[in-house]
């Protein structure tokens, strides 16, 4: 199951309330220490952290709550409706364009997982019935293209490169006029990534933004990184924008902390989660079915 640890503090913390018929401000304020120092073990970002113990304190000292007939269960379902909120509310959809094709733009650092995911996007897209075309546009690490290719040939999905010599505006732009010509509902351009973030990565990124205007921006983190994946996803939302977060590799996070994070620190929502290696490992990311896993 995923963050198991988090989960089992979070419902220790809980349980004592449950069956309550009287709950007092001690009894929450007591669950709330409980609560905070399982989230900061998750690494939970420190701010959001604070902002949801004061949430949830507000909300569950009022009279309403402690002086209702169950008072332990309103507790409980304001903590699950503030986790919610932490990651949502609601499921963030991708966004089509109006007229074909829809570009999606690829982007994060190297290892994140960002070749994969496109392939991933690419089969499940492909699954609802939509022809995709992927675009090999990371011309710096040899491999990259090779890569991109394999996936492509795994799934039957077609892969438009032009080698590692033309500049990748040039490639995207071209897969753009062959996506138009051949009638492909979807592009998804894999971008080059690096090792950290820099200059030179951002300003290349722009440079794909300005001139193929991608329908929507789509950020890979490795949810394995913990706060890194914060700091990355808030660095790349001030430099670029992004319209959407995917989280990688939560099949091997044991904390949490990425997940319940990302949301509240850049303000743009988790769309995927990739739950494994395998191109069919990825889904969309509720939130409400994140909280209720973790809440159990
Ligand atoms: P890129 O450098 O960002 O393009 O990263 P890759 O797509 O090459 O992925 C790096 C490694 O992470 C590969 O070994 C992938 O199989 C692995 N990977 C990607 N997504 C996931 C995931 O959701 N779960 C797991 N367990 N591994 C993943």
Redesign the pocket.
């Known amino acids: 199951m995923v963050f198991e640890g988090l989960s089992n503090k979070l419902q220790e913390a809980v349980r004592k309330l449950k069956g309550k018929g009287r709950v007092t401000e001690k009894d929450v304020k007591e669950m709330m220490r409980e609560i905070k120092l399982a989230l900061l073990e998750a690494d939970v970002n420190f701010k959001v952290v604070k902002d949801f113990i004061a949430k949830v304190s507000e909300r569950a000292v009022g009279q309403d709550v402690l002086e209702s007939l169950t008072p332990g269960q309103q507790v409980i379902k304001i903590v699950h409706e503030e986790l919610i909120n932490l990651m949502g509310p609601g499921q963030s959809k991708l966004v089509f364009a109006p007229k074909p094709p829809t570009v999606y733009m690829m982007v994060?650092?190297?290892?994140?997982?960002?070749?994969?995911?496109s392939g991933k996007l690419a089969n499940l897209l492909r699954k609802q019935g939509k022809k995709p075309l992927l675009v090999a546009c990371d011309v710096y690490r040899p491999a990259?293209i090779k890569?991109l290719q394999v996936v492509g040939g795994q799934l039957g999905v077609d892969v438009f490169s032009m080698g590692d010599k033309t500049n990748p505006i040039d490639i995207a732009k071209a897969a753009i006029e062959h996506a138009k010509s051949k009638q492909y509902d979807l592009v998804i351009i894999d971008t080059a990534?690096r090792l950290h973030i820099d200059e030179a990565l951002m300003d290349e990124l722009k440079n794909i933004k300005e001139s193929v205007r991608p329908t929507e921006i789509l950020l890979?983190v490795d949810s394995m990184t913990g706060q890194d994946a914060v700091n990355v996803s808030e660095t790349f939302n001030e430099k670029l924008g992004i319209d959407g977060v995917i989280l990688?590799?939560?099949?091997?996070d044991t904390r949490g902390g990425a997940a319940l994070s990302v949301k509240t620190v850049t303000g743009k929502p988790i769309k995927f989660i990739?739950?494994?290696?395998k191109l069919n490992?990825l889904e969309p990311f509720f939130p409400d079915r994140m909280a209720s896993r973790i809440l159990g």
């Open positions: 994060g650092l190297q290892g994140s997982g960002k070749t994969t995911t990259a890569q990534g890979v990688t590799k939560l099949d091997g990739g739950m494994g290696e490992d």
